[in-house]
Protein backbone atom coordinates (compact mmCIF):
# COMPACT_ATOMS: atom_id res chain seq x y z
CA UNK A 1 0.00 0.00 0.00
CA UNK A 2 3.45 2.33 0.81
CA UNK A 3 4.36 2.04 -2.48
CA UNK A 4 0.61 3.02 -4.05
CA UNK A 5 0.89 5.84 -2.25
CA UNK A 6 4.32 6.97 -3.33
CA UNK A 7 3.42 6.15 -7.04
CA UNK A 8 0.10 8.89 -5.95
CA UNK A 9 2.52 11.86 -4.76
CA UNK A 10 4.78 11.54 -7.44
CA UNK A 11 1.83 11.90 -10.05
CA UNK A 12 -0.07 14.80 -8.06
CA UNK A 13 3.10 16.56 -7.33
CA UNK A 14 4.46 15.93 -10.95
CA UNK A 15 1.03 16.19 -12.62
CA UNK A 16 1.01 19.56 -10.73
CA UNK A 17 4.09 21.29 -12.24
CA UNK A 18 2.99 20.38 -15.72
CA UNK A 19 -0.83 21.58 -14.97
CA UNK A 20 0.75 25.21 -13.69
CA UNK A 21 3.06 25.37 -16.83
CA UNK A 22 -0.11 24.67 -19.26
CA UNK A 23 -2.14 27.21 -17.02
CA UNK A 24 0.78 30.00 -17.64
CA UNK A 25 0.62 29.12 -21.34
CA UNK A 26 -3.13 29.08 -22.18
CA UNK A 27 -3.93 32.22 -19.64
CA UNK A 28 -1.02 34.69 -19.84
CA UNK A 29 1.42 35.53 -22.76
CA UNK A 30 4.31 34.09 -21.55
CA UNK A 31 6.05 32.36 -23.74
CA UNK A 32 7.28 28.47 -23.22
CA UNK A 33 10.81 29.66 -23.26
CA UNK A 34 10.24 32.35 -20.39
CA UNK A 35 8.34 29.76 -18.61
CA UNK A 36 10.77 26.94 -18.89
CA UNK A 37 13.26 29.66 -17.77
CA UNK A 38 11.03 30.30 -14.59
CA UNK A 39 10.65 26.71 -13.47
CA UNK A 40 14.42 25.85 -14.00
CA UNK A 41 14.68 29.32 -11.90
CA UNK A 42 12.67 27.75 -8.97
CA UNK A 43 14.77 25.14 -8.91
CA UNK A 44 17.51 26.76 -8.35
CA UNK A 45 16.20 29.07 -5.44
CA UNK A 46 14.85 26.09 -3.94
CA UNK A 47 17.80 24.29 -3.92
CA UNK A 48 19.64 27.69 -2.97
CA UNK A 49 17.81 27.97 0.46
CA UNK A 50 18.16 24.09 0.84
CA UNK A 51 14.28 23.52 0.36
CA UNK A 52 14.36 21.47 -2.74
CA UNK A 53 15.82 18.09 -0.88
CA UNK A 54 12.61 18.64 1.69
CA UNK A 55 10.89 18.37 -0.81
CA UNK A 56 12.43 15.93 -3.14
CA UNK A 57 11.73 13.58 -0.08
CA UNK A 58 8.41 13.98 -0.25
CA UNK A 59 7.75 14.27 -4.18
CA UNK A 60 10.13 12.20 -5.57
CA UNK A 61 10.36 11.58 -9.42
CA UNK A 62 7.00 14.12 -9.65
CA UNK A 63 9.73 17.58 -8.47
CA UNK A 64 12.97 15.68 -9.73
CA UNK A 65 11.86 14.73 -13.13
CA UNK A 66 10.05 18.03 -14.25
CA UNK A 67 12.64 21.25 -15.16
CA UNK A 68 12.44 22.12 -11.85
CA UNK A 69 14.94 19.48 -10.81
CA UNK A 70 17.39 19.86 -13.63
CA UNK A 71 17.35 23.58 -12.24
CA UNK A 72 18.36 22.56 -8.46
CA UNK A 73 20.41 19.63 -10.10
CA UNK A 74 22.44 22.97 -11.59
CA UNK A 75 22.13 25.03 -8.47
CA UNK A 76 23.50 21.46 -6.22
CA UNK A 77 26.41 21.32 -8.77
CA UNK A 78 27.62 25.02 -9.03
CA UNK A 79 27.41 25.20 -5.22
CA UNK A 80 29.29 21.56 -4.53
CA UNK A 81 32.22 22.83 -7.09
CA UNK A 82 32.02 26.49 -5.15
CA UNK A 83 32.97 24.52 -2.32
CA UNK A 84 36.03 22.82 -3.65
CA UNK A 85 37.27 24.68 -6.32
CA UNK A 86 36.46 28.37 -5.25
CA UNK A 87 35.03 31.02 -7.66
CA UNK A 88 35.84 29.01 -10.94
CA UNK A 89 33.34 26.14 -9.14
CA UNK A 90 30.00 29.21 -10.01
CA UNK A 91 30.81 28.45 -13.67
CA UNK A 92 31.77 24.36 -13.96
CA UNK A 93 30.17 23.16 -11.50
CA UNK A 94 26.43 23.37 -12.81
CA UNK A 95 27.80 21.81 -15.73
CA UNK A 96 29.40 19.01 -14.48
CA UNK A 97 26.46 17.89 -12.56
CA UNK A 98 24.14 17.98 -15.24
CA UNK A 99 26.46 16.78 -17.81
CA UNK A 100 24.92 13.40 -18.28
CA UNK A 101 21.23 14.58 -18.85
CA UNK A 102 22.70 17.20 -21.42
CA UNK A 103 24.77 14.80 -23.38
CA UNK A 104 21.51 12.31 -23.37
CA UNK A 105 19.02 15.25 -24.30
CA UNK A 106 21.47 15.99 -27.11
CA UNK A 107 21.76 12.55 -28.44
CA UNK A 108 17.86 11.66 -28.86
CA UNK A 109 17.64 15.28 -30.31
CA UNK A 110 20.02 14.40 -32.86
CA UNK A 111 18.55 10.78 -33.40
CA UNK A 112 15.34 12.22 -33.57
CA UNK A 113 16.39 14.38 -36.19
CA UNK A 114 17.45 11.71 -38.20
CA UNK A 115 14.13 9.75 -38.33
CA UNK A 116 11.52 12.78 -37.89
CA UNK A 117 11.39 15.71 -40.55
CA UNK A 118 10.41 18.78 -38.43
CA UNK A 119 8.89 21.41 -40.08
CA UNK A 120 7.48 24.87 -38.72
CA UNK A 121 3.99 25.96 -37.67
CA UNK A 122 1.48 27.68 -39.88
Known amino acids: MEIFLDYLWVFLIGGAV ?6 LIITTNITSARILVTFVLIGVFLEAINVF ?15 VGFGASLAK ?22 AGGIAAAIGFAFIFS ?3 RSHTKN
Open 53 to 67: DYISDFAKAGINVPI
Open 77 to 98: GAIGAVKTHGFLGIFTGGLTAT
Open 114 to 116: LIF
Open 18 to 23: CALGEL
